[in-house]
């Protein structure tokens, strides 16, 4: 018999970590966002990790500044980007408040209300790609800026919050390069996922973009 996943909030410590530690250990909680319509359910099967200025790839490498301020604390805070003009996406600071480093959450399964995810993701084929990549997750669940800074380990009324759920056996959970990182920061095996979860998205190394001329 399968145990119902734990629906127990996940504290502030949990997140007042390493990155590297918490990244693999989101694997398999829950995210539950609560929208005017109805609350969405998502269990987490990929992310990866941004370390701050020790980290090339992170939005925090060259310091603080008023897009990336959230990542610098306190842990448990959800910071969103905005990226290509069209996409959000969707991160969860973590380690000790004041030094800046997030987990990217990449991909997921929707295990309620896939029906309210269905309505704002209508390219998808199936419900398996409703929130396979990081810009689809976060259109999946109505994410954007406005959520950013957002406490998503409060009890009470929040539109965003993380649930203990089923953490992934750790037989399970694999990690490679990150997706579409340039440079230094591309070397970095930081991107952590639950082996052969069809909700996974696929790799792609970075390929710079062609300036117009």
């Known amino acids: 018999m399968i145990a119902s ?3 127990t909030p996940l504290p502030r410590d949990f997140f007042d970590r390493p990155v590297l530690d918490v990244a693999p250990d ?3 909680r829950i995210l539950v966002r609560d929208t005017p319509d109805g609350p969405i359910a998502l269990r987490l099967t990929e992310v990866e990790a941004y370390d701050g200025q020790n980290d090339p790839g992170s939005h925090a490498y060259r310091g603080r500044t008023p897009r990336n301020d959230v990542m610098f604390g306190p842990p448990g805070h959800v ?22 480093s997030a987990v990217l959450l990449r991909a997921g399964e929707i295990i309620e ?12 084929r199936n419900d398996k790609e409703l929130a396979k990549g990081p810009a689809r997750l ?3 669940l109505d994410v954007d800026r406005a959520l950013n800074g957002t406490d998503a380990c409060t009890a009470g009324d929040t539109p965003l919050r993380l649930l203990a759920g089923s953490p992934a056996p750790r037989d399970q959970v694999r990690n490679g390069p990150r997706t ?3 440079g230094e920061g591309g070397v ?6 639950v082996a052969d979860d069809p909700t996974v998205s696929p790799y792609r190394a970075h390929v710079p973009r062609r300036r117009r001329s």
Do not use: K
């Open 180 to 182: 579409g990182v340039s």
């Open 79 to 100: 910071y969103v980007y905005f990226t290509y003009g069209m996409w959000f996406c969707m991160n969860l600071v973590c380690g000790p408040e004041g030094r800046a």
């Open 138 to 140: 976060a259109t999946a």
């Open 26 to 28: 989101l694997l398999g």
């Open 5 to 7: 996943p734990d629906r």
């Open 113 to 124: 209300g896939a029906e309210l995810a269905r309505t704002r993701r209508l390219s998808a």
């Open 188 to 193: 970095h095996p930081w991107r952590y996922w």
